[in-house]
């Protein structure tokens, strides 16, 4: 089905405020503010927000590190204060199940992340098995990168999910670069979508930098997975442009990496492109594009504000009864 304008926009809307989000991040970061670090997602929005921007809420979502997952759970609900307030040690970002790395909150249908990448999987299909079971057509997505894909737990994970026609959809996030090893000297096939096809899964590839076109072959995903008609694969072609992790050496091999690829990529940017698709369609002008942008600056200052205004937890006691929870 075509989108609306208003979904158009949406989309539109929603990578904005992940880039704005992932900026606030790196800023804490390189001025000394926090002593963390972060995956920076840079360029890889259109990859969760085209996922994920018309989940339902009861939906299940399991997400990767990249990004520390915003282009995923602030899209499905999760507030830009409570993960910045994760980031900047803060109570409600440990406290209340909830947490911005790790990613939980029950109510949103974010079960949490795994630090063991790959451990994902297994827990999806076990959701997977129960959105069935409970018969509400709920659909399980997990968004990881393309290098944990190699891990066991996906391959159990399929053989069980295809069998038993479950409604689980697997996206790769494939951004090229494993850590500071490139994709082609873990994997031996161009395309992870064909890993699909030797369990019977229909799979895609899909120009991850189009957020139209990652929204239109997940929706078609999720339309089939709600239809009881078992799992896909979907990779999305992105790439990583700040290294693994911000502040640290980008390197490849051991070698500083080319800026000219990075450059490259940088022309194909998500919120670029989607920009002037929008315009040229006459759904938006660049008046509401800077509307947008002031709308979502303000958004991220506000939480960055509330965020910092956040105490500091004191009693370890309290986190532990608060952070954790059961179903
Ligand atoms: C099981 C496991 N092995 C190794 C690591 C260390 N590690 C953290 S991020 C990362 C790279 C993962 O690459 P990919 O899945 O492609 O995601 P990307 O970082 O490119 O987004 C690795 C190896 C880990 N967290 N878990």
């Not at 539109?12 to 670090?37: P, W």
């Not at 109510?107 to 997977?128: C, D, N, Q, Y």
């Not at 000297?185 to 699909?196: N, R």
Request: with cysteine; charged share 25%; glycine share 10%.
């Amino acid at each position: 089905m075509d989108l609306t304008k208003e979904q158009k926009i949406r989309l539109y809307t929603n990578l904005v405020r992940v880039r704005k989000l992932d900026e606030t991040m790196v800023k804490a970061l390189l001025t000394g503010k926090i002593s963390t670090f972060f995956h920076s997602g840079e360029g890889q929005e259109a990859v969760g927000v085209g996922a994920c921007s018309f989940l339902r809420e009861d939906d299940y979502l399991f997400p990767s590190h990249r990004g520390h997952a915003i282009s995923k759970t602030l899209i499905k609900g999760l507030p830009a204060r409570i993960i910045l307030a994760e980031h900047y040690g803060r109570i409600t970002g440990c406290c209340d199940g909830v947490s911005g790395f790790h990613t939980c909150d029950m109510k949103l249908g974010i079960p949490g992340m795994s630090g063991t990448l790959g451990g994902h999987f297994p827990l999806a299909v076990g959701m997977g098995l129960a959105a069935q079971l409970r018969g509400k057509k709920q659909v399980v997505m997990v968004i990881e990168g393309e290098g944990t894909y190699a891990r066991g737990t996906f391959h159990e994970s399929m053989i069980m999910a295809a069998t038993w026609k479950l409604p689980n959809l697997f996206i790769v996030e494939n951004n090229q670069i494993m850590g500071n090893t490139p994709v082609k000297i873990i994997h031996p096939k161009d395309d992870f979508a064909d890993l699909g096809f030797g369990y019977g899964v229909p799979a895609k590839v899909v120009d991850g930098q189009d957020v139209f076109a990652v929204h239109k072959e997940v929706q078609t995903a999720i339309d089939r997975a709600r239809a009881d008609e078992g799992p896909s694969l979907i990779e999305c072609k992105t790439y990583r442009i700040q290294p693994h992790a911000v502040g640290l050496p980008d390197t490849l091999l051991g070698r500083p990496r080319t800026q000219e690829e990075i450059e490259v990529w940088r022309k194909r940017d998500p919120i670029k492109l989607a920009q002037k698709r929008l315009l040229k369609e006459g759904v938006l002008t660049q008046v509401d594009i800077e509307k947008i942008d002031g709308g979502a600056a303000n958004e991220m200052e506000e939480a960055d504000r509330l965020a910092w205004a956040d105490p500091m937890p004191t009693d370890p006691k309290e986190i532990l009864k608060k952070a954790l929870y059961a179903e």
